[in-house]
């Protein structure tokens, strides 16, 4: 349902450029999985007890898979995976797997006690039961969620895509009700500043949070419930989005997955540049995270636009495709499919340029013809929208024509308020009015043209494309670590063995074991796609 | 006197828009309600142009109107006269001949606030609009810490750089979260003794004079603010100071 | 006791949107005057979001803020329930039963007004939004005059076609021109003592009951009227008067 | 400089259909013509004075060139022609032609007294030389007009026009600054209701009107020195917009002419539809008044606009399309060049039905291939509009953008507020840099694209087009004028000796002259035209 209608590229763009792009993409992204595929985080193996079905926290709020993964790791033993750990707890102990983690949590079990440093084969199967177990508790509720959709319509596209952020998360249900009811198709809730700095998920259904909402896994179920009831109501399936990002990425994932979320922003970079997150760490994380996403048929979509919030958009355009690219070669190697993969792009030049209306449009185009196959993710203005509501319509009536005009998939609603507050219940009505207008009178105006010979878009398309395939090249060579190292993307430097939560990477052992890793999907896809 | 008020065609027909949503469906009562309070803000012959349902229990209204406040517009004191600029060639001047020594200056957003564009704009040699930022200053020595630093540490690395001036950005301003953030880093600084050894300004899009000086702070910089009127408020509290 | 008060994001958090111009140049003086005409109409933390000269002489504004006003919603009459629409058949019926003949209204749009779509809306067959026009009612005659029918030549046509009923139109309100002329139109009937034997209607965008009944017409429909409450409000007044 | 730039049409339009209505249109103009080419009607009489530079009025506020015109009509000499009988006074009393006709009007001079019915050679030598003088006066009067713009620029097209409605001619002044300051090009000074309706042009400065200003000669001058002073001080000139239309349409052009008024509103079909005024007269008064535009260099734009106004907009788009080339024909016909007619047309379609975005644009492409010379002048919605101020921006932005995609050279901005009132001074503000977005954002989009075969606006335009030819061969049988009397324009009916004004009509006499009739331009350049 989310595959794009886009037959043959309307930029008509050289194929050899595209080829080369391709190629240096799918190098690139073997590369990055070369470097990460020894390693894990505390994070993926809190997200693997989370998978088993583990949840909860202690007085303090401190989650038990975070305490327990402490625990094997000041027991030396994390290199084993945290599966193996807790497999030879529960057996020993008989007890079922949540137990195990709060006692081992609690002190009331010591690690050093127990544990036979070598997992042994009964061990591995014991672990293996569990994870079997929970991926046919996971799968069923995939499929719960699946067959929920079927019964439903799906809206038409592109589809709308509003956020809500009051940190509040029943005021965040009055909102996001308010705006499924009023023709929102996509629900994002945003969340409370510096969440993705917190190396584990908070606890609990909360109602104070800053610039957004804590995403726990409480407040997911709160949410989903919520919507679940409007697109009854409505007969069109509300989908859910949240973030799938910073240093609980994995978890994250888990939590989407069971709490029945349908979009998950995901993007590595973005917690690299923007966060200081270490770059080993969340690219690590991001490969199972996409690995749990795409288990879960749950569409990612990824965070270009963030690169040119801070830098010229115009000029840094090349950087967007380029990016676009190698994510989309990290996510076909992460076993997502193609349908799954929502690239992420922005209109964020400065609309007082000349023509740049017709460089936004050129780049829309490029997006769309360079996967055609993939829902693309459109953002709408905001560095340039000010505190001039009436004019921030205006900028939001050009970005929509663009988005229908071009096909894009989800349209991130624009709101006239972006420069002053995170949106008022009416601002998203105002928005999503706007975007009607343009779905329904403008829809079909795709399909009328064809771009002449001499048009200044192609050119430029051309262009951008030909600057992405340069600094493709560069990347390829250097590889990725070294490129994020020296600033290629928003001019923001960050080496690998710096940033935030470069603590928790370790090199999996000898014996390392987690079942997940061969249940999950992984890039069996990756050479049968363009 | 002179009282002003607005205008939309025609002098002082008090012309005005309003917008606002009600946590109440839309109904006679919510329109009535709408009206009741166009007139309590003092707003004659108050129209709805517009009425929307905004889901379950939502409405929102736009309304036009006829103001009937005024304002003397010699009640108005304007923050006297903006303190004029001081050039870059003089600040540096002025400045070296003064202290002999680099000025110290630490920026940083804090708490959980990520923007830096802001500070950024403010500190960095590109700076701002086309004039240029602090670091471009021969005698300041910048500090850029960016973006989340806690007060805790913006403190530590005040003293560890013998700060002459801290900077500091907000911008995030839900539930009042950079009242909070700046009004704990002011209280730190009181705390290790140091108010009066140091310039402290804040800035951002949503922050003012007037609400910088409340929190205890020497300086604030809204919206739009140049590297260069915060160069220019420097020196002059610096040579203020060493009097 | 339930209070109101206008809602962004949060319960009770007063979010309004006010925009104006004000007849004086941008500069601190009006952006002061602009954030004090906010503070007496009850928007407290007043926040200028945008600011434009208007070429000489005149500035716009854009201004955010929390309004204190609140209003006690048990204190909201609402105009009594809106009298139940009579439908098309039942007011055919009952209007043939009581005064076996056709009931004679005539139409206009007075003064210079040149608006006929809301006047031909209600009266014409075709009527609008779908609901049929009062021309369709087999017990109204209708004579629609249209345009520019100055008020002297209203009564004339009211007293040669023996009216029963008068709906006249006014859509241009600049300067209160509306005002003019339907005070205009109702002296003049009343001079002709003709005021109770003609039910009297008006309408237009921006016309409401209320101001009807001020001007001493019996009803008023304001912007989105339909034909049917009409034909409703004058099948009811008929019968009322019959009784 | 109101030449279009366009050169082959994007819409590839059928050259049959083309060409038969333009056959068409010459036959339906002709017709016109030679019907009324032996009226005159008061009101050229008058505008034939006020040429002379006759002005003023008496105590009441009724001109002179009203009581004069008056006396002639009652002493049955009008069919002589005013300018003759003055001519007359003149010579029998050696007054200047203002004495003449203060003092005949007056009744000072009794014109039976005085009038040898059958003008002599003598007389018309006389009228001869004052009409010479006139016309020498009036062309030096717009060579100052020309010569002035030409030390200046003019802007870029499309030319913004925004309009100034107080009542009040000096708040009028203050809107109309403020709206040029900003990036207006092109300021209407709307009139008062229903001047259309009066018999004569009020006299004076005037300060109270209702959704509009007067038109008075004096009005004119207030405006256009506000306008210089603001074209010398932004160095570019704005052009002047009043309406000529109504009763007193060939006065009202004079009153351009003399007062540099650069753009006139002239239509005599609105007078028809909307004013029922009778068709005869205005025809007829339109002819005269053109042929004054003409030598002026004023631009006309016409009122087609009105037609979809109060019927389906996209039902009766062909009528648009029809009117506008009977218009243009009639145009041609009293010697206005196609550069200088300003065809009207409108975005009025339901922004509420799928794909109406298509079809305004198929129908300003359509305008735009048909009359490649002329300027187009486009007009916002305004049916459609709300009290929903935000949503008016969009519906605006939607208009713009269709602007300056499709080459239109005039565009009349829409206002937030449209549905609410005439514009406060921050709506025009808020429209222009709407506008001035577009132009320069997306300006040069026009020639970017081709359409495809498939395309379905080039449906569209073909279908309106093909419509509007069989509504021309319809008039055509009938003649226009029977054509309104059944009510082809906006479902109007209005018969040829009804309406106001006809009273206004005379036959002209065998001894009827008037030297503007040979001094002003005619249809020498029909032939030429294509
Ligand atoms: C770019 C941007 C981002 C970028 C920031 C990149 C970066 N490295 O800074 C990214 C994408 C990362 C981002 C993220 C978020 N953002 Co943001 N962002 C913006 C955006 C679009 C532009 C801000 C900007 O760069 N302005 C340009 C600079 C130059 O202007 P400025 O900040 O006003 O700075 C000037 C003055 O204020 C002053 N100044 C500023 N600081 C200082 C300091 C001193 C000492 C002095 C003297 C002067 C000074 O001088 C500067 C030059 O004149 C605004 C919307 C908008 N259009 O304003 C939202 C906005 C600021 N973001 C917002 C939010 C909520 C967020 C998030 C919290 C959302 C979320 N939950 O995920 C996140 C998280 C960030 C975090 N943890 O803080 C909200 C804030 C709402 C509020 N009032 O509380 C805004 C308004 C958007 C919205 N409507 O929701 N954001
Ligand atoms: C169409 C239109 C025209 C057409 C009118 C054609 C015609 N035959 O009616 C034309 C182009 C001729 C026109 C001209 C002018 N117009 Co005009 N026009 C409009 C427009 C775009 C739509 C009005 C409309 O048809 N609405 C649709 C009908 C169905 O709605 P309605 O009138 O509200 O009627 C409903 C109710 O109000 C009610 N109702 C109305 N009348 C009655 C009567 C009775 C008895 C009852 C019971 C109910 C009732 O029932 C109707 C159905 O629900 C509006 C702007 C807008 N979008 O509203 C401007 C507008 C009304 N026009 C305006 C003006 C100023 C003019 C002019 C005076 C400008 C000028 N100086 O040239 C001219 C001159 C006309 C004149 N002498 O009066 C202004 C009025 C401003 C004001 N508040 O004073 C407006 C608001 C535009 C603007 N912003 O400037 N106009
Ligand atoms: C790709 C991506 N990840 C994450 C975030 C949200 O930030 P955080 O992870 O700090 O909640 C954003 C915000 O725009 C984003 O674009
Ligand atoms: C062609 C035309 N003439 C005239 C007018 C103005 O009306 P009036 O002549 O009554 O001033 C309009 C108004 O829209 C018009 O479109």
């Known amino acids: 349902m989310f595959n794009s209608p886009v037959d043959s590229g309307i930029l008509n763009l050289p194929r050899d450029s595209i080829n080369e792009a391709r190629y240096l993409g799918k190098s690139i992204a073997s590369a990055v999985h070369n470097k990460i595929k020894d390693l894990s985080t505390l994070s993926i193996e809190r997200a693997s007890l989370r998978m088993l079905g583990i949840r909860g926290a202690n007085q303090e709020g401190t989650p038990w898979v975070n305490i327990f993964t402490e625990k094997c790791l000041s027991a030396n033993l994390i290199q084993n995976g945290v599966l193996m750990i807790l497999a030879q707890v529960c057996k020993h102990t008989s007890m079922n797997p949540q137990q195990a983690v709060e006692m081992v949590s609690e002190n009331r079990i010591h690690l050093n006690d127990l544990i036979e440093v070598n997992g042994s084969k009964e061990i591995k199967k014991l672990c293996d039961e569990l994870a079997n177990k929970a991926y046919q508790n996971l799968s069923n509720k995939k499929k719960e969620r699946l067959n929920f959709i079927n019964t439903l319509s799906s809206g038409t596209k592109p589809y709308l895509y509003v ?74 399936y509300i989908r859910l989005v949240n973030y799938c990002s910073g240093l609980a990425m994995p978890e994250i994932a888990t939590l989407g997955l069971i709490e029945g979320l349908d979009i998950m922003v995901n993007d590595a970079v973005y917690g690299i540049l923007f966060r200081d997150i270490n770059s080993l760490r969340t690219l690590t994380d991001q490969e199972f995270s996409r690995r749990i996403l795409s288990f879960g048929d749950i569409i990612i979509v990824t965070g270009e636009d963030n690169l040119i919030k801070t830098v010229d958009a115009k000029e840094m355009a090349h950087t967007v495709t380029a990016s676009q690219i190698i994510n989309y070669y990290l996510a076909l190697k992460s076993g997502l499919k193609p349908g799954l993969i929502g690239l992420g792009h922005a209109f964020e030049m400065d609309p007082s340029e000349s023509d740049s209306f017709l460089h936004e449009l050129a780049q829309a185009w490029l997006v769309r013809d360079l996967f055609p196959q993939s829902p693309i993710k459109y953002m709408p203005p905001t560095r340039y929208m000010t505190g001039n509501i009436f004019r921030g319509m205006v900028l939001n009536a050009a970005f929509n024509l663009i988005g229908v005009l071009t096909n894009q998939e989800i349209l991130l609603l624009g709101m006239p308020t972006e420069a002053l507050h995170t949106p008022f219940i009416q601002d998203r009505f105002l928005s999503i009015e706007n975007a009607l207008y343009f779905k329904n009178a403008a829809g079909n105006l795709s399909n009328e043209f064809t771009l002449k010979e001499s048009s200044l878009m192609r050119k430029r398309a051309i262009e951008v494309l030909n600057k992405a395939v340069n600094l493709l090249k560069v990347i390829n060579q250097k590889g990725l670590f070294n490129a994020l190292a020296e600033g290629t993307f928003a001019s923001i430097k960050r080496p690998e063995n710096m940033g935030r939560g470069f603590a928790g990477v370790f090199v999996k052992g000898s014996s390392y074991y987690n079942p997940f890793l061969s249940l999950l999907p992984d890039n069996a896809t990756d050479e049968t796609e363009a | 006197m002179m009282f002003l008020k607005p ?133 300041f020595q910048v500090h850029n810490l960016g973006s989340q630093i806690l007060p805790e540490l913006l403190l530590e690395k005040i003293m560890d750089k013998q700060a002459d001036v801290v900077l500091v950005s907000q911008v995030v301003t839900q539930k009042n979260i950079h009242i909070h953030n700046l009004t704990q880093l002011v209280e730190l600084i009181e705390g290790a003794g140091l108010r009066d050894h140091i310039i402290t300004i804040c800035g951002g899009p949503y922050l003012s004079k007037e609400l910088a000086l409340e929190l205890g702070y020497d300086g604030g910089f809204g919206a739009h603010s140049l590297p260069s009127e915060v160069a220019s408020f420097i020196a002059r509290r610096l040579l203020e100071k060493s009097k």
Do not use: C
Request: hydrophobic share 40%; aromatic share 8%.
């Open chain 1, 163 to 236: 956020i809500v952020a009051t940190g509040n998360i029943y005021e965040d249900v009055k909102q996001a009700k308010s705006a499924a009811l009023l023709g929102a198709d996509i629900i994002a809730v945003i969340r409370t500043t510096a969440q993705s700095l917190l190396d584990y998920i908070p606890q609990g259904i909360t109602t104070e949070g800053f610039g957004g909402t804590a995403a726990t896994q409480e407040n997911f179920a709160v949410m989903r419930e919520a919507l679940d009831e409007v697109s009854q109501k409505t007969g069109r």
């Open chain 2, 7 to 139: 205008y939309g065609d025609t002098l002082n027909d008090g012309a005005i828009q309003i917008s606002f949503s009600l946590p109440h469906p839309l109904n006679e009562t919510s329109k009535k309600v709408s009206l009741e309070l166009a007139l309590k803000m003092g707003i004659a012959n108050p129209k709805i142009t517009f009425t929307q349902e905004l889901g379950e229990g939502f409405s929102f209204f736009i309304i036009y109107g006829n103001l009937s406040h005024e304002i003397d517009i010699d009640s108005i004191k304007t923050s006297k006269v903006k303190e004029p600029i001081i050039d870059y060639w003089d600040i540096n001047r002025l400045i070296e001949e003064k202290f002999n020594r680099k000025i110290v200056i630490v920026g940083a957003t804090i708490g959980s606030d990520a923007h830096t564009v802001g500070l950024d704009a403010i500190l960095s040699a590109k700076g701002y609009a086309g004039d240029v930022g602090l670091e471009r200053y021969p005698v």
